[in-house]
C-alpha cells in the first residue's frame, strides 16, 4: 500500500497496512534539501524538491504545499516581509484593510495569475506529475479568521468583533470567496486533499467562535468538499473549548496541538476524523529520544483509537534530530495492519 492509498484508507475507515506517517515539515524540509528558505516559500520548484526528498527518505505518506501564510494576502496586495532564511510574514503596521473601506474596492486576486497563490498551484502540478497516485498531495488554503487577520490585522480584528460585527462579516464573505477560488485551482491542477489553516480561531472565546468563525469554516469546508477532495483542519492552540463544534465541520483529519489531550479531542469530536497525533514538536519531538516518542505516540493511539495518524501537534522543528523523525516512522510502520476504524 503507498502513502496516497494509505492515507485515503485511513480517512475512510478502510483497513491499512500500517499507519499513515504525515508529519508537517516547512523549514525542517528547507535546511534538508540546503536551499534558503525565502527559495523553498518562493519558488515551487525548490518546494517540491525539498517536500520530495524528506518523503523519499523518511517514507513520508504525503507531499504538501504549506510555506506560509501570506501567499493569498500578499497576492491582494498586502505588504509582506520577506526575510533570507525564515518564512514570509504579514507586515500588520501596514495591514491592507488599516482603513476598513479598502474592502469595499478590494478585488479577488487571480490564482493563475502568476503571484505566490499560482506559484503553489504550480507546485500541486509538479506533484502530480511526479508522485501523483503515489503520495498524497496536501494542498492549502487559510481559514476564514486566519486569513481576515492576515488582511486586517489581528489585533484590530478582534476589536472588530465588538466595534463592528457586520464589517468582520463582509470580510468573512470576502475571504471565503477568495479560499474557494484558490482552492478549486489547486483542485483542478491535482490536489488529493485541502488543508485549512485557522490558527487565529484558537485566540477568540467559544461565543466568538461558534457566532462568527465556525459558520464561515463550515461554509469553507462544504465548499471543499463539494470539489471532491476530503478536508484536514489545523489550528495551532488550545482547541478543547470548542472541539464539539470542530467535530460538525466534518473534516476527514483534524491536527490536535499539544495544549490537547487525545482523548479529550476524541471524547468531543466523535470517532468520524482521523486525529493526528499530538506531539509537542519541541519538547518531545526535537528534544525526546526515540525512546520517548514511541512511548508518547503509544499513549497518543490508545486514546485516540485506531482512526488515528502519526505526526505531531504542529510544524517539525527546523533543527530536529534525524533520528527522532525516523523513529516517528518507525513506529507508524511497525504498527502493521489496522482495521476498519469507523
Not at 196 to 207: E, Y
Request: charged share 25%; glycine share 8%.
Amino acid at each position: 500500500m503507498n502513502g496516497h492509498d494509505r492515507v485515503l484508507s485511513m480517512i475512510d475507515g478502510r483497513p491499512t497496512d500500517s499507519l499513515p506517517f504525515m508529519p508537517f515539515t516547512m523549514m525542517f524540509a528547507g535546511d534538508y534539501l540546503g536551499k534558503p528558505y525565502l527559495e523553498y516559500a518562493t519558488d515551487f520548484r525548490v518546494l517540491v524538491a525539498g517536500q520530495l526528498k524528506v518523503a523519499e527518505d523518511f517514507d513520508v505518506d504525503l507531499v504538501s504545499t504549506t510555506t506560509d501564510p501570506a501567499a493569498e494576502a500578499a497576492d491582494c496586495g498586502a505588504q509582506i516581509a520577506y526575510f533570507a532564511d525564515q518564512p514570509p510574514a504579514i507586515d500588520e503596521s501596514h495591514a491592507l484593510l488599516a482603513d476598513k473601506t479598502t474592502l469595499e474596492r478590494l478585488e479577488f486576486p487571480d490564482p493563475l495569475g502568476g503571484g505566490r497563490m499560482h506559484n503553489l498551484v504550480k507546485a500541486v502540478a509538479l506533484y502530480r506529475d511526479q508522485v501523483g497516485g503515489d503520495k498524497l498531495i496536501e494542498a492549502w488554503t487559510e481559514g476564514p479568521i486566519a486569513e481576515a487577520a492576515d488582511l486586517r490585522g489581528i489585533n484590530q480584528l478582534m476589536l472588530d468583533f465588538y466595534d463592528d460585527p457586520s464589517f468582520v462579516r463582509d470580510l468573512f464573505e470576502f475571504v471565503l470567496e477568495l479560499e474557494l477560488r484558490f482552492a478549486r485551482a489547486e483542485v483542478a491542477a491535482g490536489a488529493d486533499l485541502m488543508a485549512v489553516g485557522d490558527a487565529a480561531a484558537s485566540l477568540v472565546g467559544p461565543q466568538i467562535y461558534r457566532e462568527f468563525v465556525w459558520p464561515y469554516e463550515k461554509r469553507l469546508i462544504d465548499g471543499l468538499h463539494g470539489m471532491g477532495v476530503p478536508v484536514r483542519l489545523h489550528i495551532c492552540g488550545n482547541i478543547k473549548a470548542i472541539l464539539p463544534e470542530i467535530g460538525a465541520l466534518e473534516c476527514q483529519i483534524v491536527d490536535i496541538d499539544s495544549m490537547v489531550s487525545m482523548a479529550d479531542a476524541r471524547a468531543a469530536v466523535g470517532s468520524a476524523p482521523a486525529l493526528i497525533a499530538n506531539l509537542d514538536p519541541v519538547r518531545q519531538v526535537r528534544n525526546g529520544t526515540p525512546e520517548s516518542i514511541k512511548t508518547q505516540l503509544d499513549n497518543c493511539r490508545r486514546e485516540a483509537g485506531e482512526h488515528f495518524i502519526v505526526g505531531a501537534g504542529c510544524e517539525i522543528v527546523r533543527d530536529t534530530p534525524v533520528a527522532n523523525l525516523r523513529a516517528m516512522l518507525a513506529y507508524a510502520r511497525a504498527a502493521g495492519p489496522t482495521a476498519a476504524s469507523i
